[in-house]
Structure formats: C-alpha cells, structure tokens
T-cell receptor, first 117, second 114 residues
Framework: DQQVKQNSPSLSVQEGRISILNCDYTNSMFDYFLWYKKYPAEGPTFLISISSIKDKNEDGRFTVFLNKSAKHLSLHIVPSQPGDSAVYFCAASDLSIHTFRDDKIIFGKGTRLHILP | DTGVSQDPRHKITKRGQNVTFRCDPISEHNRLYWYRQTLGQGPEFLTYFQNEAQLEKSRLLSDRFSAERPKGSFSTLEIQRTEQGDSAMYLC????????????FGPGTRLTVT
C-alpha cells in the first residue's frame, strides 16, 4: 500500500513555462512534506519542504502548496530551466502509531521532468 | 566537508557472496539512514542511527542484512548470502539534530547480484 503517490511518471514542459508536479498521500498523520530532485548517478538532493501547519512555502523559483483536506501537494517551478530536468520525488514524514516521533521519510515513485528547449 | 560519501559506487557479486558497503556522513550530522532504491521506485527506508544507536529497522531488512555505526561516525551495511533480489541502489543519508527531516543523500552504491 503506497502512502505517497506520484501518478505521473513523466512530464514535459517548455523552457520558461511553469512546471507543476503533483503528489497525493493517504496517511493523515504525516506532518512534514519534502521534495527531492535526483540527477542520474547521484543521490537525491533536498529541494524544499513544508510543514502541515502551512499551506504554502516558497524558495526562489520553487513553491510547494499543501492541501491537507485533499491530501495533496504540488511543486511549482517558475520559470522552468534546462537544469531542472531530473526526477522529482515527493516525500512525507511518518508519525509512529505509538505516538513517538519517527523521522523516517516515505518516498513516492518519482516524476521525471523534461524541460524542452 | 563535501557531503555524504559512499564506497564502493558499484559492486558486482555472485549470488551467495557477502558484501559490505560503507557510508561516511556529513561530519556534524548525528543521524544516519540507509535506503534501498530499485528501478522505477523511490528510495525505501531500511534503517537509521542516532549516533551509534540503531533506532529502527524496516521489515525490508531481513536477517541477512546488518548495519552498524560503531563510533557514531561512518556506518557499514552488510548483506550476507546475497540473492538476485538484493540488486538495487543502496543510498545513505544523514541529517542534523535540528533539521531531522532534511536528509542529505550520498551518491549511492549500485549492487548487482549475478
């Protein structure tokens, strides 16, 4: 049972336009969400995060939106640049059912973003 | 410090052999994590350490897997009697006490079991 879902395996966007990557989650106990970017032959790189007490967090060209009622978050990249071509992973932190904090991260399967010239 | 490092980057082994991977975290980070990633999947949590204490192990971590972090610095992940299903990328990450959710990953060790 996948708790973090990225339903689009790939996405192509014209350079300069907005890229929107989507993510859904099923566990209502998640309290922190992250986006990671991964280039081939490298480990994932932390990009941006958002706490469940917020609905938006912005860092330069990257903005993450959180809709808790819909259990949905999205990453917006504006404007998209060629270097943004990578696999993007959505991730969430998991609170233990025994109520002590557990900082294990649950990842989605990733979305491959292609920025077209 | 240049980040999390892992060694080796690639390992090819025959089924039944034992392999050991090493991870050196960012020096001031006290938490260290191991993940496994297979093709088309995101990283899957295996285990993590706070200093030298192993705090949690995933059920993905069978009895053939063991991880150590003897002095709270580098960590090793050993797989005994490897199976073809163990073929994957093994990722190590570290984080500091203050920002536990922002984990910094190494480049990974790609294991191929033939």
């Amino acid at each position: 049972d996948q708790q973090v879902k990225q339903n689009s395996p790939s996405l192509s966007v014209q350079e300069g336009r907005i890229s929107i990557l989507n993510c859904d989650y099923t566990n209502s106990m998640f309290d922190y969400f992250l986006w990671y970017k991964k280039y081939p032959a490298e480990g994932p790189t932390f990009l941006i995060s958002i706490s469940s007490i917020k609905d938006k967090n912005e860092d330069g060209r990257f903005t993450v939106f959180l809709n808790k009622s819909a259990k949905h978050l999205s990453l917006h990249i504006v404007p998209s640049q060629p270097g943004d071509s990578a696999v993007y992973f959505c991730a969430a932190s998991d609170l233990s059912i025994h109520t002590f904090r557990d900082d294990k991260i649950i990842f989605g399967k990733g979305t491959r973003l292609h920025i077209l010239p | 410090d240049t980040g999390v490092s892992q060694d080796p980057r690639h390992k090819i082994t025959k089924r039944g052999q034992n392999v050991t991977f090493r991870c050196d975290p960012i020096s001031e980070h006290n938490r260290l994590y191991w993940y496994r990633q297979t093709l088309g999947q995101g990283p899957e949590f295996l285990t993590y350490f706070q200093n030298e204490a192993q705090l949690e192990k995933s059920r993905l971590l069978s009895d053939r897997f063991s991880a150590e972090r003897p002095k709270g610095s580098f960590s090793t992940l050993e797989i005994q009697r490897t199976e073809q299903g163990d073929s994957a990328m093994y990722l190590c990450a570290s984080s500091s006490k203050g920002l536990i959710y922002e984990q910094y990953f190494g480049p990974g060790t790609r294991l191929t079991v033939t």
